[in-house]
């Protein structure tokens, strides 16, 4: 159980472009999913917490306008990274935390490999 | 041996050997702990947690030490095996807080 399915697992893109990443779990629901990003052999960074309903909350130097994030019912968040630049190529991984549980492991998406050319 | 490159340590074990795997972490008030293992390509995998009101706790082969007084956590993986390659990273929560802070990872090598 508790399983996370990320959405595309790599994606190419030109510069400028716009590009959707989903995440979803699939036999839980999550009220709050979380976005990480990470740069080759380094860790992950918290990007942003998606919750359901309401505005994600943004770590500090995360552009909320870059990256749109929506959580739009208790399965699914959307990142967008909108008008990609080659500096945004990097693995973005999305981690959902079931509903009710405080202290409990968070379940990881297998993660998208963006490249922007 | 251990090694610390430009970005992330790495530790190469001879197959059959312990592994241990160390990580300071940086909030006295943490009181959540998890390991993950990530492999190439991969997202995160859950291996164990302790919580701030033990000291050890074991699973299968694998175990995990907390010490409060100088926050270290450590991992200890016993008869490593080539699967067991991977960067493994841990990971703090405190109370009331949703979020997980990482700590930088160590790359795991198994010699076979």
């Known amino acids: 159980g508790a399983v996370v399915s990320q959405h595309p697992s790599w994606v190419i893109c030109k510069s400028g472009t716009s590009v959707k990443i989903e995440c979803r779990s699939l036999?839980?629901?999550?009220?709050?999913m979380f976005w990480y990003r990470q740069f080759p052999k380094q860790s992950l960074m918290l990007m942003a917490t998606?919750?359901?309903?309401?505005?994600?909350?943004?770590e500090q130097g995360v552009e909320k306008d870059k990256f749109l994030i929506n959580h739009a019912s208790l399965t699914l968040s959307t990142l967008t990274v909108t008008s990609a630049h080659p500096e945004d190529s990097s693995f973005y991984i999305c981690?959902?935390?079931?509903?009710?549980?405080?202290?409990?492991?968070?379940?990881f998406g297998n993660g998208t490999r963006l490249t922007v050319t | 041996g251990e090694s610390v490159g430009l970005h992330l340590p790495t530790l190469s074990v001879q197959e059959g050997d312990n592994s241990i795997i160390n990580c300071a972490y940086s909030?006295?008030?943490?009181?959540?702990f998890i390991w993950y293992k990530q492999e190439s390509g991969k997202g995160p995998q859950f291996i164990i947690d302790?919580?701030?009101?033990?000291d050890k706790r074991q699973g299968q082969r694998v175990t995990v030490l907390l010490n409060k007084t100088v926050k270290h956590l450590s991992l200890q993986i016993a008869a490593t095996q080539p699967g067991d390659s991977a960067v493994y990273f841990c990971?703090?929560?405190?109370?009331?807080?949703?979020?997980?802070?990482f700590g930088k990872g160590t790359k795991l090598s198994v010699i076979p």
């Open positions: 981690s959902a935390k079931p509903l009710g549980s405080l202290n409990s492991p968070l379940h």
């Open positions: 036999d839980f629901q999550a009220t709050t």
């Open positions: 998606s919750n359901e309903g309401s505005k994600a909350t943004y």
């Open positions: 909030n006295s008030a943490s009181d959540y």
């Open positions: 302790i919580r701030s009101n033990m």
């Open positions: 990971a703090e929560n405190w109370a009331g807080s949703y979020q997980l802070t």
